[in-house]
């Protein structure tokens, strides 16, 4: 059973440009949330989803940036429009139940480090 | 922000007992303590949770104090594969949140 996947790992942008990221979560996972974390650190919490709906984006900049999980294939997380602030390192991870309150962990992939140049 | 509160670093000898502590002194009856780790430039790697009694597991141990506002994550013979930032998190039980809180971690050194 292969773990979260994300791709590419690494992603150099110039600024205005867009980023694509990718996150396909653990067979048999449902339920996907993504994380940024700037150097020096801790994870922020950017948004949780569920097949086909947004469950919680409060985490997510009200400009530029988008999450989507379709039906099929993986999650993406979208961010328009680039600056050098969003130069970080991006997490995703996923659960089988939704996470937290019945015990269940959430295994998290190796990231996607962004560069804004 | 963070409902956890640990050591910003700590050290260890390389085959000793790491313990780490953890408060969270606002934790809800019902919120699972976790705690995960992040060896450099890699994705957090789960390694236990818990929520009212003592867990073991292959990588680790949690111990988790009677009125549940603290807990100590012990390794019990440290390798210098442990050097990792500790991270000790509860959920956010703010309405329909999930989501995990993140705080600074603990800089974990093992030395030789």
């Known amino acids: 059973n292969a773990g979260v996947m994300q791709n590419p790992r690494h992603l150099v942008r110039r600024r205005g440009q867009e980023a694509r990221l990718r996150c396909s979560p653990m067979k048999g996972h449902s339920h996907v949330y993504w994380y940024r974390q700037l150097p020096e650190e801790g994870l922020k919490f950017m948004v949780y989803?569920?097949?086909?709906?947004?469950?919680?984006e409060s985490g997510m900049p009200k400009e530029r940036f988008s999450a989507e999980f379709p039906k099929e294939g993986p999650s993406i997380l979208r961010i328009q429009q680039v600056v050098r602030g969003d130069s970080a390192a991006y997490f995703c991870?996923?659960?089988?139940?939704?996470?937290?309150?019945?015990?269940?962990?959430?295994?998290f992939g190796q990231g996607t480090r962004l560069t804004v140049v | 922000d963070a409902k956890t509160t640990q050591p910003p670093s700590m050290d260890c000898a390389e085959g000793r007992a790491a313990n780490l502590p953890c408060n969270h002194s606002t934790i809800s009856g019902n919120e699972y303590v976790y705690w995960y780790r992040q060896i450099h430039s890699q994705g957090p790697q789960y390694i236990i949770h818990g929520l009212k009694n003592n867990e073991t597991n292959e990588m680790a141990s949690l111990i988790i104090t009677e009125d549940r506002k603290s807990s100590t994550l012990i390794l019990p013979h440290a390798t210098l594969r442990d050097t990792a930032v500790y991270y000790c998190i509860v959920r956010d039980n703010a309405g329909n949140n999930r989501k995990l809180i993140w705080g600074l971690g603990t800089s974990l050194a093992v030395n030789p």
């Open positions: 991870a996923s659960s089988v139940f939704p996470l937290g309150g019945d015990g269940t962990e959430a295994f």
């Open positions: 989803l569920q097949k086909e709906n947004i469950i919680d």
